[in-house]
């Protein structure tokens, strides 16, 4: 999502982002910073969920977004606030009924547009879909593929070579370290977590960091 995310915060919004829906390329091609929820009034009004840090560079009249699976540009005509969220018209689209198709549709920007974090231990969620996740002792868990938003945390689920998936709760007692330049996320495995009897127990952290040769 475009949201920016500390090592130990969160932003709960109640959804997931997928890298099987994003990924394109080996890469993330596109980010979403909003979602159209529902038609409002009669003017051709929607509420717009805001998903970005951002909302005053993105969403002003005259601004182009791009709204679902085939990225329609939409030319925003007006936009009002409207509780927590906002209220965007669109050139085009006069009123209630003409804007009904957009209902639920996501708006997404290109991965090159997004706005640097500012700190060093924030990310955003799409920069580390994709990613390998280790534990501090140096155990490969498996590739980050999706990460599920909750009223009380984030959950990073995590697909290994072997076994069923395995979910970590993004806690700081958890997520220990986030390295987007090297594509790492350095995990603590607290009891509980992944059973006993998982695959991944199999090998022990030295064997995994030998190379063949030395193997």
């Keep these: 999502m475009g949201r920016r995310k500390g090592r130990r915060g969160t932003r709960a919004i109640g959804r997931s982002l997928r890298w099987a829906d994003l990924e394109e390329g080996g890469r993330i091609a596109h980010v979403v910073i ?63 009924t003409s804007v009904e198709p957009l209902r639920n549709q996501w708006i997404t920007i290109e991965t090159d547009e ?10 955003y969620d799409f920069q580390v879909l994709g990613m390998e996740v280790r534990t501090e002792e140096g155990r490969t868990l498996g590739q980050l593929v999706e990460i599920i938003e909750t009223a009380g945390n984030d959950v990073f689920v995590v697909e290994p070579e072997e076994g069923p998936e395995i979910l ?3 806690t700081g007692e958890v997520l220990r370290e986030v390295r987007p330049n090297e594509g790492l996320v ?15 127990w199999k090998a022990s952290p030295e064997d995994e960091r030998k190379s063949p040769e030395e193997a």
């Design 114 to 123: 997004v706005v640097p974090p500012q700190e060093s231990d924030e990310y």
């Design 168 to 170: 970590l709760p993004a």
């Design 34 to 96: 909003g979602r159209l929820r529902k038609p409002h009034g009669l003017r051709g009004e929607m509420l717009l969920e805001v998903l970005t840090d951002h909302p005053e560079v993105r969403f002003y009249p005259g601004a182009v977004i791009y709204v679902g699976p085939r990225r329609i540009a939409l030319t925003i005509r007006d936009v009002k606030p409207h509780r927590d969220g906002l209220l965007l018209a669109f050139e085009g689209y006069p009123d209630r």
């Design 186 to 200: 350095i995990v603590r495995l607290i009891p509980g977590l992944v059973p006993e009897d998982h695959p991944i």
